[in-house]
């Protein structure tokens, strides 16, 4: 077996041990509002269990343009969590947070008719 098959085994296994405990989609694509109305579609590197936002980096260090990028996420859509992580040679990891009750676009019923009670 060469590198790239086991490499590519490699990530089929982790994406299955993941997927067991998880509901991952990669690349998601969501929807970014503004005054009630949809404006454009943003893709999430990683959408877990259909409630969080995963950010994936690998950079030097994290910094505001990071955060403002995955902030502006979630104040454009619907999901109240993120996570940003990043691979780079000191991993990081920050959560970040913007409830919906702040958004004034029906964000909080928009997940509550996606979701259910899933995202609580």
Do not use: W
């Not at 980096?57 to 995955?70: M, N, P, W, Y």
């Not at 702040?102 to 509550?112: T, V």
């Amino acid at each position: 077996m060469n590198a790239d098959e086991r490499r590519f085994k490699h990530e089929k296994l982790t994406e299955r041990i993941i997927k067991a405990f998880f509901d991952v989609e990669k690349e998601f694509g969501l929807e970014a509002r503004f005054r009630g109305r949809v404006v454009g579609v943003f893709k999430a590197d990683l959408l877990v269990n259909g409630c969080v936002i995963v950010e994936l980096k690998a950079v030097k260090e994290l910094g505001r343009t990071h955060e403002a990028q995955t902030l502006n996420y979630l104040r454009a859509g619907v999901l109240e969590v993120a996570l940003l992580l990043n691979f780079g040679p000191q991993p990081q990891i920050r959560r970040l947070a913007f409830s919906n009750d702040r958004k004034g676009h029906g964000a909080r019923e928009q997940l509550q008719t996606r979701t259910g009670d899933s995202c609580r």
